[in-house]
C-alpha cells in the first residue's frame, strides 16, 4: 500500500507555514505527514503516522497556498508525493540538534553509552529505507558511526569494553 503524503498543521505553532527563526522573510516549514497501517505481531493491524518537515520559499509556499496545492489535510501535490523515511545516528544530523528522548519518562536514548540523533524527512526515492542504529550498527563499520574522540571515551568503562568486544566478535569473528 503506497502511503499518502499530506500537510498538516504544525501542532507547535499552530500554523500551516510555519516562518523561519532566522530569516522569516526569506523561508519556512511545512510539516507534512503519512499514516500507514501496518500488520505486526501475528496479525495486529497498527496505524504508524510519521512527520516530516519540508523548508522551502515563503513566496513558494504562499503560491502553493493561494493556488490550492497546499492545503492542511490534504495530499501534498503529486509532484511532491513520495514517503517519510527515518534516520537516525550516534552523530548529530545538525548544529545543535537534540537527542532522541522517551516520550514516556524524558529520558535521552542512546545505544551503547552514546545518544541517539533523529531526523525523518520526505523522499521521492523508492528504495530509500529507514536507517535505524540499531541495524545500522551492525551493517557498517564503527568508526563510520562513532568519531574516534566518542568511540575512546565510550570504551574507557568496562561494560562499554564488553559491549564492543561482543560486537567484534559476533560481526568480525575475531
Known amino acids: 500500500m503506497q502511503e499518502i503524503v499530506k500537510f498538516v498543521v504544525n501542532p507547535n505553532t499552530g500554523l500551516l507555514i510555519t516562518p523561519s527563526s532566522t530569516k522569516p522573510d526569506e523561508w519556512c516549514t511545512v510539516m507534512v505527514q503519512s499514516v ?79 545518544a541517539v540523533y533523529r531526523k525523518t524527512l520526505l523522499t521521492q526515492n523508492p528504495t530509500e529505507k529507514d536507517e535505524f542504529v540499531k541495524e545500522w550498527f551492525g551493517k557498517r563499520q564503527m568508526a563510520e558511526l562513532i568519531p574516534n574522540e566518542a568511540l575512546e571515551s565510550t570504551v574507557t568503562n568496562q561494560k562499554s569494553d564488553v559491549l564492543f568486544e561482543e560486537f567484534m566478535q559476533e560481526e568480525f569473528a575475531v
Open 36 to 114: 500507514k497501517t501496518l500488520i505486526v505481531n501475528d496479525g495486529l493491524l497498527v496505524d504508524q503516522t510519521r512527520n516530516a518537515f519540508l523548508t522551502m520559499a515563503v513566496e513558494k509556499a504562499n503560491q502553493m497556498v493561494t493556488s490550492g496545492e497546499m492545503v492542511a489535510d490534504k495530499p501534498v501535490p503529486d509532484y511532491l508525493q513520495g514517503k517519510i523515511v527515518i534516520k537516525e545516528s550516534l552523530i548529530p544530523f545538525r548544529d545543535n540538534q537534540q537527542p532522541k528522548v522517551n516520550p514516556q519518562t524524558g529520558e535521552v536514548i542512546t545505544y551503547l553509552g552514546q
